[in-house]
């Protein structure tokens, strides 16, 4: 129930320290920061190390945040005129937008985690992002539906379950997600860098 408590606690700290759009990044550093810790069952103050990995990831997690929401328009872009266009050209069109769509899923489910866990340069960040992705492909596609279940709930469940799943996403949308994945995550920390992830760990526990 505590573990519950924190995640709500949680979502709505994500929700609001992303509205003004470019500070998506650091919100989602903070996000992970604690989901990391709360997936092992670990005792976690929300609040205070949600701000504290906020204000330690503000600049580079902007820079990785602007990547993720360039990336998403160019997915909508892509997709709205895919699915204007006709015969093999739509086909083609929904191919390419489909791999830019996973190569952005993927992204997304690597680069916050590490960066609220590892202190590297941007570009180490997203190549090591895309180095796990490639050496755990199966939990990489498991991370894959984690992240857009919720959404396509949302757009395909029938009418009469629209509000509920709508309030369900209000209180966990973002924050179950990443605690479902932060589980899937934390086994291929520990597999790949553990020395790293421990001492990381303990930065994260003085602070």
Do not use: H
Not at 93 to 121: D, H, M, N, S
């Amino acid at each position: 129930m505590r573990g519950m408590a924190d995640l709500l606690l949680l979502n709505f700290l994500t929700f609001f320290c992303s509205l003004p759009v470019i500070t998506i990044g650091p919100a989602l550093c903070g996000l992970y920061t604690v989901a990391l810790k709360v997936a092992r069952d670990e005792p976690v103050e929300t609040i205070r190390m949600f701000f504290a990995a906020f204000k330690k990831n503000l600049f580079q997690g902007m820079i990785l945040g602007a990547i993720a929401v360039f990336g998403a328009i160019v997915i909508y872009v892509d997709g709205v005129y895919a699915f204007s266009l006709e015969g093999r050209v739509k086909i083609a069109f929904c191919i390419v937008t489909g791999l830019i769509g996973a190569i952005w899923l993927t992204y997304v489910c690597y680069v916050f985690a590490l960066q609220a866990r590892y202190e590297k340069p941007v570009m180490d960040q997203i190549k090591n992002a895309f180095l796990l992705a490639f050496v755990s492909p199966l939990k990489t596609i498991l991370m894959w539906i984690i992240l857009a279940a919720p959404v396509l709930l949302i757009l395909y469940l029938p009418q009469s379950f629209v509000a509920y799943a709508s309030s369900l996403f209000i209180m966990f949308g973002i924050s179950l997600p990443a605690f479902f994945n932060s589980m899937i995550l934390r086994g291929i920390f520990d597999r790949f860098d553990p020395k790293d992830l421990n001492e990381n760990e303990e930065v994260n526990d003085s602070e």
